[in-house]
Structures are given as C-alpha cells and as structure tokens.
C-alpha cells in the first residue's frame, strides 16, 4: 500500500440530495497494458461523509503477465517496481468489501469498471457515475477531456498528492474526487 496524499479538498456544496445517504467509492486502476488488462495498481477512495485523502488506500499488484513498455511509460510503474508484490487474489479481499454496494466513481468510468468486473466476478455497483461524461456536460467544447486537462481547466489544487503523479491510481482516484466535487 502506498502513501496517500495529505491535503482536504477545497469546501464545497454537499452532495446533491440524490446522491445523499448513497455510500460512494472513487476509483482509478492502472494496467499492465494487456489485452485485457491486469491491474497493476489500485486506488479506492470510500465516500460516505466528508473524507479527507487519509481515507485513500492504493496498492501495487503483480500480474501474471509482465507490464508492457508502453504501459510503463504511461504510468511509470515497471516490473521491477511490482515483482515482490501480492497478486490480485492477495489484495482482492481487501478492495471487495470496500466496493460494494457503493456508487462506483471514476474518469472514464466504463473502463474502470469493465477492468474491476473482470477482476471481481459478481461484483455489480448500484450506479457507476463518470466524471468524464459529467464534464462533458458541464463544460461542453473543451479541446480535450482526460483527466488531466479538466484538473488543469477546473484549476484542481493537486499540491496534497505528495509522492504521487499523473496516471499513477492514487493520484488519479484524488483528482478524479476533486474533479467530481468540482462539476456538482
């Protein structure tokens, strides 16, 4: 498990009434770059109040087929940086229990859940809600939609993500958080 990042987003509006009494869980997941991916990291952030980025919970996992030179150069994360760590079924019962029956939140939330269905089999959220689409709503004709040109457009303070960059999951899930904070 890796550090999390120490900041509290900014105040914002609470969560709309729809959303109220509805447990959340953020999510960003990084692959091995295999057709399908294997997940090589993970970032679960619970929503069930305010939360602060203690709350985050990342882990490194080893897959059983090597992470590919091009997936590396996205994320950064290289075979050498996972060979000691658990595989998946070492790390599942511990991110199950904090998905389910939670809201699944995510950038490009379709990806991130075909991902952690293939992974978790039977694993079904109530309502998955994507900051892609939602930004994409909200701010329609941005020359660009990936996370990190809506944290730049939104102007996200990111300075809490010590450790942690760009396309790494704990980095990720956080900014993914502020960004949905920010389009409600």
């Not at 929503?47 to 990342?58: I, K, Y």
């Not at 939104?154 to 704990?170: E, F, I, V, Y």
Request: glycine residues 10%; hydrophobic residues 40%; negative net charge.
């Amino acid at each position: 498990m890796t550090t999390p990042p120490t900041a509290a987003p900014p105040p914002a509006a609470p969560l709309p009434a729809v959303l109220e009494g509805h447990p959340l869980v953020v999510v960003d997941v990084e692959g091995n770059g295999g057709r399908p991916p294997q997940i090589v990291e993970i970032a679960v952030l619970p929503v069930d109040g305010p939360v602060t980025a203690h709350d985050l919970r990342s882990w490194l996992v080893r897959p059983s087929v090597p992470i590919t030179p091009f997936a590396r150069r996205i994320h950064g994360i290289g075979n050498d940086d996972v060979e000691r760590k658990p595989r998946w079924h070492g790390v599942s019962h511990e991110i199950q229990p904090v998905l389910t029956g939670r809201t699944l939140v995510a950038h490009n939330a379709g990806t991130e859940y075909r991902v952690l269905s293939a992974h978790l089999p039977g694993w079904q959220p109530p309502l998955v809600l994507d900051t892609l689409t939602l930004a994409k709503h909200v701010w329609p004709g941005l020359p660009g939609y990936g996370l990190d040109a809506l944290v730049a457009h939104a102007d996200l303070d990111t300075t809490g993500t010590d450790g942690q960059r760009p396309h790494r999951a704990g980095y990720d899930t956080w900014c993914a958080w502020l960004l949905f904070r920010t389009l409600l």
